[in-house]
């Protein structure tokens, strides 16, 4: 299958508003765990390229304009922020990045197969074999050590071009969408707004609310959910004649 890739003017410029990073890597992370970015699904994410801050949903500071496989064991991505003055958290966000002094990447998947690094503990660090990713975010402290921010200006790093060049871009609606999540224009006074402009506000009003009502439904599931399978494996541990289900923090998020 073709693919585009995504360039602006010259593949070793990046803009004002870009820079491109590691976002996953098949290295032992900080929580123990081995993800198999082979396996990392990526089709989903790129209707919806979501770039956040320190994996807050509500934090959205920007879009991933190109990401893929630049070699067995690495994820790369390319991320244009949200134009300037459109929230001051993607301002800020920008500003530290491209200072350098914010380079963590993290990414939050729902993984689909795993397994055990060590079949004697099965309740110890997994390997994640197949996963979906949900979205990427700039943290302080990655998980994964090896994710990062690698080119914040013109690509001099080495390998930095040939990164650029083999992401495969996302496509330009789905990255439109993403950045128009960003900030809102300032509203028209009451008294001065259009029928249509009325209607429009009152429209966005009902669908946040139905979009609350409904991540609340799907909060409450989720844990519902959740509770279930700890009950589960805590049945499994029992056979296994322990008392409890021995747990373990994880740092990097697993999607819900």
Known sequence: MNERFFSLGSV????????????????????GDVWCPQGVSLDNFKRNPIVLRQHNPDLVVGSAVAIGLVDANTIGVRIKFAPPGVSAVADETRGLVKSGNLRGISAGIDPIRTEPLDPREPFGAWRVLEAELLEISLVSIPADTGATITARSFATRPGAAAMLRLLPAVPAHAI??????????PLTPEGLRSPREAFEIDRRRTMAGWALSRARQTETLCYEQRQAELRELAE???????????????????GG
Do not use: W
Request: charged share 35%.
């Open 176 to 185: 439109a969408r993403v950045l128009g999540f960003v900030g809102q224009a």
């Open 12 to 31: 070793e410029q990046l803009a004002e508003d870009e820079v491109v990073g590691v976002a996953i890597t098949g290295d032992v992370g900080r929580d």
């Open 236 to 254: 499994v541990g029992r056979e296994y004649g322990c008392e409890k289900t021995p747990s373990r923090r994880r740092l990097r998020p697993y």
